[in-house]
């Protein structure tokens, strides 16, 4: 399943009718808009063909300037990142490591970058 927010563009005088059109519609979830035009809505799809064509017909609707798909999400890509993200080790090896003393750690910003198994290794070795 695929959800998408759209940014639907119309002129302030053809607002209103423009907000029904869409609120009627079948293919789109209305969510909000401001004056100057700008409308949130939001579309539902099996896949990005099937939300290409419910933007179509969002397109089609008389008095709209644009629809511009702004977020999408893709449940088979939320997946593949939630496989990547339980298979990565959370803590940083070094951290886990019980002869290891706090104050031993360099920390320079971001210990997931920081080869930490080759400062331990250093470490260990020279003794500073």
Known sequence: MNISSIVVKALPKHLNEVVESLKNCDVCDYHMHDEQGRIIITIEG??????L?????????????SADMQMAYSEEELSSHMQVLENADAVPKVLNQKDIQPHE????GDLKKKDLEGFARTFDKTGK
Do not use: T
Request: no cysteine; glycine share 4%; charged share 30%.
């Open 46 to 51: 099996e896949g990005v063909q099937e939300e």
């Open 53 to 65: 064509k419910k933007l179509k017909v969002i397109e089609a609707i008389p008095h709209v300037m």
């Open 105 to 108: 750690i360099v920390y320079n």
